[in-house]
């Protein structure tokens, strides 16, 4: 498939005796934030770097832009900017040295990126302040600059808002959206925090102890996750009069000729029910949706949760 | 033997500059299959592809252009695609938004025409059933008004009006609806003249939508309008006491067809506030929306003076 960036197929990771990886077969679709979420040791970031060429892989295969990584590195490598764990910069140098010497490493695409780079993250450019008197949140700032630095296709992203303050997150949050949306990049991001990644994600991986419970795309998710009534029935004007008349029923959506969806989840669905019969409206059926997203990741992890 | 050690020399030199210029010329020989392997990947449609390339490079300018123009190209795509999804998101939810009035209204004309209803009963289902034709025709025309200016087919006359004068004008329309809903209304309009350049229409159902909204959502019973007015422009601030918006809809509520309310309720459309941040830029202002500390919301739309 074309659209597809990242494809793993029975990736697999065993350290001694501990599989940490368990076969994972992980799609990442074109110009789209895939978000991987799991607890601390679920495995996200032994994925990550797996897929990089961090770590070796003990068996499976990994395909980036539908090329395998083995052999290819030399022409893979420089179309992925990625941030793992805590990035390695040299500390007795400003922040703007650092990245003019991964500027002149890598390439860039622009004549002057690595000012571009600092103005997106929102560091000053040629500052006087050397990396280790950074603070934790200035650290993961340039470690997201480098990442972008040569405007990469693809973004690694692990857990790129650890240490930064609710406003950074913010921040970081738009503008990895902006950078899907507006200029079409793809995005690869890992995350213990649910409500961060039903933020931003489009497609979501759940992960935990190693193995891949679920990937299904947000929409999806929320469409199977949200509260209303669902209620089918031979006919629709009918029904919904009497809803209005007697139940004083306002907010629904009448979904095609036989569904309509009731946002008020505390009526009395049995008298629903009885009083449809009674006015000769037959209901295929009637029933109650009402599961949070929280409560369906408990249920997918098998009631662990996620934090 | 003078002569020798000239040649000898002469030879190193030579040499020396042989294995500079071979070296060169691999370097620009690797760096042009760079950019071919890009540029066959760029045909192929992938306009995320960007040629990296060294400060040192010879082909550092072919390649930082051929990047430009790669980049302009995918804005622009991406723009159309972004186009193209509204207008897919609008059709499927208009669907949806005529289907469920329409229903309703069916329902109660159906109960009239079978006789279920006689006498006052009948009278109020012919009542409900003209309010939902009303809205649906409100609906309708909002959506045509929207899809004009989408489509860049609204024409303007732009002529320089008395902002002040013209919104006590529209101000003084709206007095006795709100009295009916039995809004309490403050207004403070200086008594200046003060010129801007601007389509009266647009104007007025700028503010009839401004008020349509709060009077329709905001769930207060108090309603502000303050036109401040300095050398370059003038602030036209609405400000309600209802229960503001939420935070999570704020940065969403001028976009097409989101409605906060996530029900869908009968009342509104998602329209209204689109069609007046559309208004407001087509006129070079500006509109933004503010939660205020202690309750209820402010709209503020900044419009420039005529010169």
Known sequence: MDNIVIETRQLTKIYGEQTVVNEVNLHVRKGRIYGLLGRNGAGKTTIMKMILGLSSVTSGEVDVFSQTIKGNEKYIYPRIGAIIETPGFYPNLTGTENLEIFAKLRGTSRPNAVKEALGVVGLPYRDKKVFSKYSLGMKQRLGIANAILHDPELLILDEPTNGLDPIGIAEVRSFIQDLCVKRGKTVLISSHILSEISLLADDIGIIHNGVLLEENSLAELHKRNSKYILLQVSDTAKAVLLLERRFHVKEYSVQDTHTVLLYDTDLDMAEINKALMLENISVISLQLCNDTLEDYFKKVTGGEGIA | ?307
């Open chain 2, 1 to 307: 033997m003078k002569w020798t050690l000239v040649f000898f020399f002469s030879t190193i030199i030579s040499i020396c500059v042989i294995v500079y210029l071979w070296a060169k010329l691999c370097r620009v020989k690797e760096q042009i299959s760079n950019i071919k392997d890009a540029l066959e990947d760029i045909k192929k449609g992938n306009l995320n592809r960007r040629i990296l390339t060294r400060k040192s490079d010879m082909t550092k300018t072919i390649c930082y252009n051929i990047n430009e123009i790669v980049m302009n190209n995918q804005s622009q795509l991406t723009k159309l695609k972004q186009s193209e999804q509204a207008y897919k998101r609008l059709m499927t939810s208009l669907s949806h938004d005529v289907k469920t009035p329409l229903t309703s209204l069916v329902g109660y004309l159906e109960a009239i025409q079978e006789k279920i209803v006689t006498g006052e009963e009948k009278e109020e289902y012919i009542g409900v059933a003209l309010a939902k034709a009303y809205h649906l025709k409100d609906f309708v025309e909002s959506l045509f008004e929207w899809v004009k200016l989408d489509a860049k087919e609204q024409i303007f006359q732009f002529e320089i009006c008395d902002l002040n004068e013209l919104s006590r004008n529209i101000l003084a329309d709206w007095i006795p609806t709100l009295e009916d809903k039995l809004f309490g209304y403050e207004i403070d309009i200086p008594d200046l003249e003060y010129s801007v350049y601007l389509d009266r229409n647009a104007y007025v159902l700028i503010l009839n939508n401004l008020f349509q909204n709060i009077l329709l959502h905001s769930g207060g019973d108090k309603i502000r309008f303050q036109i401040f007015e300095d050398k370059v422009q003038a602030a036209i601030i609405v400000t309600d006491n209802g229960k503001g918006i939420p935070k999570k809809h704020l940065s969403h509520i001028f976009e097409r067809l989101y409605q906060g309310d996530e029900s869908r309720s009968t009342s509104g459309n998602g329209l209204g506030l689109s069609i007046v941040q559309e208004l407001v830029s087509i006129h070079s202002g500006m509109i933004r929306a503010e939660n205020l500390s202690h309750g209820g919301a402010t709209f503020t739309i900044t419009l420039p003076k005529a010169l």
